[in-house]
């Protein structure tokens, strides 16, 4: 398996504009989470998926945030609209559904709202 | 939600010994102690983890004090390419596994 694939892996967008992250997780994991990091407030989770239905929300910033899992192999989380805030690097990750299995995380995308 | 305390930065000489302690003093019986590290500019990876015994892997062993309040990474000889932030969280099990990150530490390694 080639990993968890996230893209774009940079993306520069104008304030106000809507943004699309993608994310593939490995094949088989039942949870998928979203995280975002900045350097002031480190590593968040913002949502996580188990096996495609959204389990806790509470961490996504405000509703101009969504994500979806449309199916097992492919989830996204848009921003719309989006502003200078919103510049980060997020990240998603998959594991299998136990606790003592790794989450394996992305490259990340390094979202730069201008 | 449980959490976990670490020093923010420490630093180690290259081939030595290294211990990152973590606090954990809510830990739930069910919650799993996992570390991961994150090199500059990759992805958080996976360490090592443990419930209540210590455990050892290639990359490092783990200690858990008895009741289970604390934990230590160690690494048994620091290398350069060990330079990172290493997290110590808690797999919540709520029925969902949440992952949740803290501040971390950074390890710097000198040569």
């Known amino acids: 398996d080639a990993g968890v694939i996230q893209s774009p892996r940079h993306e520069v967008t104008e304030m106000g504009q809507e943004v699309t992250l993608r994310c593939k997780p490995i094949?088989?994991?039942?949870?998928l989470f979203w995280y975002r990091q900045t350097m002031m407030r480190g590593l968040e989770l913002l949502i996580y998926?188990?096996?495609?239905?959204?389990?806790?929300d509470s961490g996504m910033p405000e509703d101009r945030f969504s994500a979806k899992m449309p199916n097992a192999s492919f989830s996204t989380l848009k921003i719309q609209p989006s502003e200078p805030r919103d510049s980060a690097v997020y990240f998603c990750?998959?594991?299998?559904?136990?606790?003592?299995?790794?989450?394996?995380f992305g490259q990340g995308t390094r979202l730069t709202v201008v | 939600d449980a959490k976990t305390t670490q020093p923010n930065s420490m630093e180690s000489n290259e081939e030595e010994p290294v211990h990152l302690p973590c606090n954990h003093s809510?830990?739930?019986?069910?919650?799993?102690i996992h570390w991961y590290r994150q090199l500059p500019s990759q992805g958080p990876e996976y360490v090592i983890h443990?419930?209540?015994s210590n455990v050892n892997n290639r990359m490092a062993s783990l200690a858990i004090a008895e009741d289970r309040k604390s934990s230590t990474l160690i690494l048994h000889r620091a290398t350069l390419r060990d330079a990172a932030v290493y997290y110590c969280?808690?797999?919540?099990?709520?029925?969902?596994?949440?992952?949740?990150f803290g501040a971390g530490t950074r390890l710097f390694v000198k040569a």
């Open positions: 443990g419930l209540t």
């Open positions: 094949s088989g994991h039942d949870y």
């Open positions: 990750a998959s594991s299998l559904d136990r606790g003592y299995t790794e989450a394996f």
């Open positions: 969280i808690l797999r919540i099990d709520t029925g969902g596994f949440k992952t949740i």
């Open positions: 998926f188990n096996n495609n239905v959204p389990i806790d």
């Open positions: 809510t830990i739930s019986g069910t919650d799993y």
